[in-house]
């Protein structure tokens, strides 16, 4: 091992190595040795290590484990723990908590978590919704990243919340968007094949998106012609009666999976909206498709009944799809008026 002194005092080489290396104490009394490269490169960063260990009390082995937490923490792996987490206290969520997740990997995943800041957050809110995701989709995917960031404040891993102050997107379902039969036509004549029953069964049955994923043939009764939903958005018990074009789609389907739609893309949201555009359908989601049954139900149906097939929990839901027009209502209260015997 050679050393050279003077104003070189600390910088060393190892026998039969061209690397030049660099010794220093920290103020706790670590002897530190770091192999650098190039002389002149050794003697910057020398330089630079005493004037940390003057002014920060700079010390290796402690800068290398917060580096080593830091990686712990990457929210790759954390988000990794929350699924765990969710797995055994959220099950009934978990596919849709897994979907939000894997939404979020591709821009979050590599980031230290305590290193995503709010402006982050709305930066990727913000792209979500220029790629044609609708606002709904855009707000779970918020909703996630708060409660996975609000664990992660829980298990100590970081001490703030940045998606607290971003806002939250005005959803479209506050404005029912119905597709006629002619966009319907439009739209199946573009789409896929292999979307098409997606498509079918949602506007026969009124499912959500999340649930169609998540539809099991364990619920499905042909015998009897009745749905149950899998993994309602109430979290009760619902179940949909099978009109002709349902029933004959299902029966159709090949049940070769626990799901009717195993090889359903974990990015149909945004490939629906693809496709609708193509058709010249600019304002349509997959949320239009359940639109589209409770609108087409409206006019031959009683309310209490709507609200039943629309699995609706509030009137004020089920008020939105209602038209009633001054025709409507003189036809109702003429209804009292009572007939010739």
Same mark, same amino acid.
């Given at each position: 091992?050679?050393?050279?002194?003077?104003?070189?005092?600390?910088?060393?080489?190892?026998?039969?190595?061209?690397?030049?290396?660099?010794?220093?104490?920290?103020?706790?009394?670590?002897?530190?040795?770091?192999?650098?490269?190039?002389?002149?490169?050794?003697?910057?960063?020398?330089?630079?290590?005493?004037?940390?260990?003057?002014?920060?009390?700079?010390?290796?082995?402690?800068?290398?484990?917060?580096? /080593?937490?830091?990686?712990?923490?990457?929210?790759?792996?954390?988000?990794? /723990?929350?699924?765990?987490?969710?797995?055994?206290?959220?099950?009934?969520?978990?596919?849709?908590?897994?979907?939000?997740?894997?939404?979020?990997?591709?821009?979050?995943?590599?980031?230290?978590?305590?290193?995503?800041?709010?402006?982050?957050?709305? /930066?990727?809110?913000? /792209?979500?919704?220029?790629?044609?995701?609708?606002?709904?989709?855009?707000?779970?995917?918020?909703?996630?990243?708060?409660?996975?960031?609000?664990?992660?404040?829980?298990?100590g891993l970081v001490e703030r919340n940045p998606v607290t102050g971003t806002d939250r997107y005005t959803e479209h379902s506050e404005n029912p968007r119905p597709l006629t039969h002619e966009e319907e036509a439009r739209l199946m004549?573009?789409?896929?094949?292999?979307?098409?029953?997606?498509v079918t069964l949602a506007i026969n049955t009124g499912l959500r998106l999340n649930e169609l994923m998540t539809q099991r043939w364990a619920d499905v009764d042909l015998a009897k012609s009745v749905l149950r939903v899998t993994m309602?958005?109430?979290?009760?018990?619902?179940?949909?009666?099978?009109?002709?074009?349902?029933?004959?789609?299902?029966?159709?389907?090949?049940?070769?999976?626990?799901?009717?739609?195993?090889?359903?893309?974990?990015?149909?949201?945004?490939?629906?909206?693809?496709?609708?555009?193509?058709?010249?359908?600019?304002?349509?989601?997959?949320?239009?498709?359940?639109?589209?049954?409770?609108?087409?139900?409206?006019?031959?149906?009683?309310?209490?009944?709507?609200?039943?097939?629309?699995?609706?929990?509030?009137?004020?839901?089920?008020?939105?799809?209602?038209?009633?027009?001054?025709?409507?209502?003189?036809?109702?209260?003429?209804?009292?008026?009572?007939?010739?015997?």
């Open positions: 091992m050679a050393r050279e002194g003077g104003k070189d005092r600390g910088l060393f080489q190892r026998k039969d190595s061209p690397d030049w290396w660099i010794r220093w104490t920290c103020p706790y009394g670590h002897e530190h040795q770091e192999k650098i490269g190039p002389k002149s490169l050794a003697r910057m960063v020398y330089q630079r290590r005493k004037v940390a260990v003057k002014a920060e009390g700079y010390c290796l082995t402690q800068d290398r484990e917060r580096q /080593r937490r830091e990686q712990a923490m990457l929210f790759a792996n954390v988000a990794e /723990r929350y699924l765990v987490w969710a797995t055994e206290h959220r099950p009934r969520s978990l596919r849709f908590r897994t979907i939000c997740v894997n939404n979020l990997l591709p821009t979050f995943g590599p980031k230290a978590l305590s290193t995503i800041s709010r402006s982050d957050v709305e /930066r990727y809110l913000r /792209r979500r919704l220029q790629s044609g995701v609708t606002p709904g989709t855009v707000n779970r995917d918020r909703e996630v990243l708060s409660h996975l960031f609000s664990m992660a404040m829980r298990w004549a573009i789409l896929p094949e292999r979307y098409k029953p997606i309602p958005k109430s979290k009760k018990a619902e179940t949909i009666p099978l009109n002709s074009t349902a029933f004959a789609l299902l029966a159709a389907l090949p049940q070769a999976s626990d799901v009717l739609f195993p090889a359903m893309p974990r990015n149909m949201s945004s490939n629906f909206v693809y496709h609708a555009r193509k058709a010249g359908l600019e304002d349509v989601t997959f949320h239009c498709l359940r639109d589209t049954y409770i609108s087409r139900l409206a006019p031959y149906v009683s309310v209490p009944t709507l609200m039943r097939l629309a699995r609706h929990r509030s009137f004020a839901m089920t008020q939105r799809y209602l038209k009633l027009d001054e025709a409507h209502l003189r036809d109702a209260v003429e209804k009292l008026v009572p007939t010739e015997p």
